[in-house]
């Protein structure tokens, strides 16, 4: 995916490459490798103004983060996004779960738990089934 959007010259497809290789990383326990391209497709992103396509790479950064105990590093990612446009949905549930995530780790458990339980709402409002 890389390579062909490479081949195009397509930025939307190199980020979205980049984020998809981070969250298999992730999935997979590399979590340095899930951060470094998280935050490299967060910043073509941010460089494009791919603003619809940041939610996702910036969830999956704020977990490897967190993971990796970086969380002051969360709250900059997080900051990458722009929140009320995206109610209702797929993008804004999941800067809805970067941030209640966020928020637990760092002790702020009503709100996160807010954030979380919104970011399931929405979900479930678009017909996104989770195993149980």
């Not at 930025?11 to 490299?40: E, K, N, P, Q, W």
């Not at 977990?63 to 929140?83: M, P």
Request: proline letters at 2%; hydrophobic letters at 45%; a neutral charge.
């Amino acid at each position: 995916m890389l390579d062909d959007a490479r081949a195009r010259g397509s930025i939307m497809g190199y980020v979205g490459g980049l984020t998809y290789r981070a969250l298999a990383a992730l999935r997979r326990g590399a979590v340095d490798v899930a951060a470094s391209d998280a935050a490299r497709a967060l910043e073509l992103g941010q460089e494009h103004e791919l603003r619809f396509a940041l939610p996702c790479t910036v969830q999956i950064l704020v977990e490897a983060l967190l993971e990796k105990g970086e969380v002051e590093q969360c709250s900059a990612a997080l900051s990458a996004v722009v929140f009320a446009p995206l109610d209702g949905t797929l993008p804004g549930a999941m800067q809805l779960t970067a941030r209640g995530r966020l928020s637990v780790a760092l002790g702020r458990t009503e709100g996160g738990l807010r954030d979380l339980r919104e970011a399931g709402a929405a979900l479930q409002a678009l017909g996104v089934k989770t195993r149980t």
